[in-house]
């Protein structure tokens, strides 16, 4: 009886080593077609991406000195003509206030300003002091 149970052991364990190298050479199969996919599908797709980077790249310098480039050149121009022109003329049109003018339409006064205010003598001498 032990040697049956000793036999049927013996088959059982081959079909199983069986069908464990059959199941490892169908992974084995499919991962060699995944590296294959891999080559003719993913490598374009970087490649392209790559071609993309530096068209937008190149995009990016020319615009820069293309447009930003004069843009900026052009208002430090303006922007320094009109910080000498406003120089040279201060003296000529006093800067007049930005704030709106008031409800009436009238023209604004200054506020009005404070009384002067005089020292007035100590009522009593602190001690220690000269008088």
Known sequence: MSAVIRDIAIILLAIQTLIVNILLAILIWQVWRMVKMMQSEVKPIIEDTQDTLGTVRGTANFVGMNVVDPVVR???????TRATFRSLTADLFPRRSRRSSPAGGGASTPPAAPPPV???PPSQPVSG???
Do not use: K
């Open 74 to 80: 052009t208002s430090r121009t303006v922007a320094g």
């Open 118 to 120: 005089t020292p007035s």
């Open 129 to 131: 002091e000269p008088l």
